[in-house]
């Protein structure tokens, strides 16, 4: 199973991902925000991070995609949508992490599109939400290339004024398809319509 976009292909992650995702993981900016730049545990990857989610691929076709090149397979890092813990609604929660050395050329939003757009279109989710911390701006700045605004009960980051705090967008899905569903990243359609017709589900 893969999805691709013009330039990225994103699938399911396994247990043969776990030191990849340990080594973003080791990388201290890379966990500014996460962690405050500590490390996760191999261990937590290895028994805890992977087995959730392939057992939320198993039961709601949902988890964590690992993120590579199209051209020459480099690791770039991963997207998510995952099930909210305190919900049922039919939301999910997005988030990605990028290795330092891909920031900058907009693989965090174009994964991202492709992924929302294959949930909004094979699934009858209503909502993706995503949160970051009131300083990421970096963050905040992919969320609006994916069409998402802060949600109605979230604070601005002005309004934190330097404190401490995260900060929800979201896009519904008759936003996405009254926008997104034609356009990715500012783009003409057709560009968008090759990203997600190249989904492959059997591979």
């Not at 976009?5 to 247990?15: D, G, I």
């Not at 805890?48 to 709601?60: D, E, G, I, L, M």
């Not at 988030?95 to 492709?114: D, K």
């Not at 970051?132 to 980051?157: E, F, I, N, Y």
Request: glycine content about 8%; charged content about 25%.
């Amino acid at each position: 199973m893969a999805i691709d976009s013009q330039r990225l292909r994103l699938h399911p992650v396994s247990h043969e991902d776990v030191e990849r995702l340990y080594r973003l993981d080791a990388d201290p900016e890379v966990m500014r925000f996460v962690s405050g730049g500590r490390s996760t545990a191999r261990s937590t990857i290895a028994d805890w991070v992977v087995p959730r989610s392939q057992a939320q691929f198993a039961s709601h076709g949902t988890g964590l995609w690992t993120v590579s090149l199209r051209r020459g397979g480099a690791f770039v890092g991963w997207v998510q949508l995952r099930l909210p813990r305190h919900s049922f609604a039919h939301e999910l929660e997005l988030s990605y992490r990028i290795a330092r050395e891909h920031w900058g050329r907009g693989y965090a939003a174009e994964a991202s599109s492709a992924l929302i757009a294959v949930t909004f279109l094979s699934t009858d989710t209503t909502r993706v939400f995503a949160s970051t911390h009131a300083d990421h701006l970096a963050s905040q700045r992919v969320m609006g290339k994916l069409g998402m605004r802060l949600s109605p009960m979230s604070l601005s980051p002005e309004q934190f004024d330097g404190a401490d705090g995260d900060i929800e967008y979201e896009i519904l899905r008759e936003q996405w398809a009254s926008t997104r569903g034609r356009h990715a990243d500012g783009h003409r359609s057709g560009r968008h319509r090759r990203a997600i017709g190249t989904v492959d589900m059997t591979a």
